[in-house]
């Protein structure tokens, strides 16, 4: 069996019941960092089967639904928001994802920030 590994899944809705469809369905399926941003760990036929789902409730030709491989939700470039403020958890599990504390930059360190 294929590991699972990370996936970023964006939307942009039109519909706005459409749109908290597709937003109430992810929630029991990820992590939401932002209202359309997800982090999805599946294996790459879960990922398609998740996008086929997806497919079956939006309307192709005005609805956007991307999903982009990232290594792990850490390896997203982020400044604020629920990353910087809260560890991650997969619904349904205890498990803590952790981040690594980062190192402050050379301009954090002069300004004292």
Do not use: N
């Not at 990922?47 to 939700?73: F, Q, T």
């Not at 560890?87 to 402050?104: A, N």
């Amino acid at each position: 069996m294929a590991k699972p590994g990370w996936y970023m899944v964006c939307y942009d809705i039109a519909d706005p019941r459409r749109l908290g469809q597709i937003h109430r369905f992810l929630k029991k399926k990820g992590l939401g960092v932002q209202k359309s941003v997800f982090f999805i760990q599946r294996s790459e036929k879960g990922m398609v089967r998740l996008l086929d789902e997806l497919g079956g409730i939006i309307h192709k030709k005005e609805d956007d639904i991307r999903a982009y491989p990232v290594e792990s939700p850490q390896a997203v470039w982020t400044t604020g928001g629920i990353l910087e403020a809260f560890p991650l958890v997969m619904p349904g599990r205890q498990t803590v994802i952790k981040q690594e504390k980062k190192k402050k930059s050379l301009w954090q360190r002069i300004l004292g920030r």
